[in-house]
């Protein structure tokens, strides 16, 4: 039997008791961020949230008409033409 060089070498004890030390870390600091996650939630203002994320809206203004369509099919199209080309 002929050895790899690209065959991955056991790990050292050292090494283990790291990857340990890291999966135990990572453990820990999952309970933790879950619970800064949970008291954010509790706290976290409806409205505001989507006002961040929609911006400002001037609601005295008519919406703009949605367009029929997202632009995925004109954009199918375009890759249609070029495939095509290709």
Known sequence: MSTDA???RPW???QMDAA???VETWRTA???LEA?????LRELD???AIALLTG???YRVEPRKARSSSGLVEQQAWFMKARQRA
Not at 36 to 40: I, M
């Open 30 to 32: 999952g309970v933790a």
């Open 36 to 40: 800064v996650r949970v008291r954010e």
């Open 56 to 58: 400002p809206a001037d």
């Open 12 to 14: 050292t004890s050292e």
């Open 20 to 22: 340990r030390r890291w």
């Open 46 to 48: 409806g409205r505001r």
């Open 6 to 8: 690209a065959a991955p």
